[in-house]
């Protein structure tokens, strides 16, 4: 068995744990255990955190967001299914919440820039002379940038799969769509965000 088969398997087998553990703490907040809930925040709160930052583009959009999804998702806790992937459940309340803030907001987010400064540490590596840092720098804002002028559905999609690292079925699963419309979407994201990035690079 190749490597690469061997990861797959193992990754699988930990989220089926994760799955198994948050179910057991949702029927804990179900029961009123306020504290099981912590458990859920303390677990997820960064996955939130940037899963909603590179929605919404901004630091404090996306620490008040993530929160109040986390709010909103204790308050509806009983309504959940403890069989159901959490997060699953708790991203799409995150990201009516996200998709609602740039559509109050009417404007375009700051600047990913912006972001590195506010809430991204940059610790350069000291093999790495000060013009490769800055080329890098410069090709990562570059490229978020690029992300952040995408459409909403395909800046999702991107974010799902290529830096949460969802499987298709996962992302299916939180986006209520087949798979095929999955693929077909992430196809046409990696393209528009390749067209975006040519002007760039």
Not at 143 to 170: G, P, V
Request: hydrophobic share 35%; charged share 30%.
């Amino acid at each position: 068995m190749q490597i690469e088969e061997r990861s797959k398997i193992f990754l699988g087998m930990l989220k089926t744990v994760e799955a198994s553990e948050d179910a057991s703490i949702i029927v804990r907040c179900q029961n009123g255990d306020k504290e099981a809930f912590g458990l859920i925040v303390k677990k997820y709160m960064h996955r939130a955190y940037y899963t909603a930052l590179g929605i919404v583009g901004t630091h404090d959009g996306a620490l008040d967001l993530s929160q109040e999804a986390f709010v909103r998702a204790y308050r509806s806790i009983k309504k959940v299914d403890p069989k159901r992937n959490f997060y699953t459940w708790y991203y799409q309340i995150l990201r009516n919440l996200c998709f609602n803030f740039i559509r109050d907001k009417a404007r375009h987010a700051r600047s990913f820039s912006e972001i590195g400064e506010t809430s991204i540490q940059r610790l350069p590596d000291s093999k790495k002379n000060a013009l490769e840092i800055v080329e890098q720098e410069d090709l990562k804002e570059k490229m978020w940038t690029a992300i952040h002028e995408l459409k909403e559905n395909e800046r999702e999609i991107i974010l799902l799969k290529d830096f949460q690292d969802l499987s298709y079925k996962e992302i299916a699963e939180t986006l209520d769509c087949p798979i095929g419309t999955v693929m077909s979407r992430l196809f046409n994201a990696r393209k528009s965000l390749k067209k975006k990035l040519e002007k760039y690079l």
